[in-house]
């Protein structure tokens, strides 16, 4: 069996919101902190959205995003979903070989 490691996670660290989309940004608008593998993500929207029910107005948000190794507690979950996710496959797939069989092999 292959041995099942720990993931890498992005998590967002930082985010702050300008409501000009030609907002300049400048490194005084990051917080401390920030590491050389940090990422910078400046996203930019000038058009908005504008219906009746969900608008936005156009807008600048810059996040800063971190990478990091996903914790013994995530670790286990997703491997405990991941095998109570294929026990369910396995039941699925066990249904439609049995049905198939009666449709296909009528004794």
């Known amino acids: 069996m292959k041995e099942i490691k ?29 590491l050389p593998t940090d990422e910078i993500d400046i996203q930019r929207d000038f058009e908005g ?8 107005d156009s807008f600048c948000r810059l ?4 990478d990091r190794e996903e914790t013994d ?13 294929s026990i369910e ?4 797939r066990l249904e439609n070989y049995l049905k198939l069989k009666k449709e296909f092999d009528p004794e």
């Open 49 to 56: 959205y504008h219906s009746e029910n969900e608008s936005y």
């Open 89 to 92: 496959l396995r039941q699925r």
């Open 73 to 85: 507690a995530e670790f286990n979950k997703r491997i405990k979903e991941d095998q109570e996710f």
């Open 6 to 34: 720990k993931q890498k996670k992005t998590e967002e660290i930082f985010s702050k919101h300008y409501d000009n989309p030609h907002n300049r940004i400048f490194l005084s608008d990051l917080p401390d902190g920030i």
């Open 63 to 66: 996040v800063i995003l971190r």
